[in-house]
């Protein structure tokens, strides 16, 4: 099982980036995926989580109306589209693969966004 994440980088106060995470080793389109962030000294947080068909979304409250999630289960992909980006979005984002809605069974590296002010 392999969740490589891209996208994250360096953007500015009010900013766009969008994260991919390329899954590989289990049968994508069965399983839910999520997006977590962990700042420097802080917990995991739940940004958002999508079902195994994209028909049901969740979002974190402080992440509704600036953050989409998305999957194309032909290219075994999930999207995290981040607008409106502020300092305290700044964190390694991860994501994450479930055998249901809620579960976290696998996890990729984590890639690195940085929103400077």
């Known amino acids: 099982v392999q969740l490589v994440e891209s996208g994250g980088g360096l953007v500015q106060f009010g900013g766009s980036l969008r994260l991919s995470c390329a899954a590989s080793?289990?049968?994508?389109?069965?399983?839910?995926m999520s997006w977590f962030r962990q700042a420097p000294g802080k917990e995991r947080e739940l940004v958002a989580g999508?079902?195994?068909?994209?028909?049901?979304?969740y979002y974190a409250d402080s992440m509704k109306g600036r953050f989409t999630i998305s999957r194309d289960n032909a290219k075994n992909t999930v999207y995290l589209q981040m607008n409106s980006l502020t300092p305290g979005d700044s964190a390694v984002y991860y994501c994450?693969?479930?055998?249901?809605?809620?579960?976290?069974?696998?996890w990729g590296q984590g890639t690195q966004v940085t929103v400077s002010s």
């Open positions: 994450s693969a479930g055998v249901r809605y809620g579960r976290y069974d696998y």
């Open positions: 080793g289990f049968t994508f389109s069965s399983h839910a």
């Open positions: 999508i079902s195994s068909a994209g028909g049901s979304t």
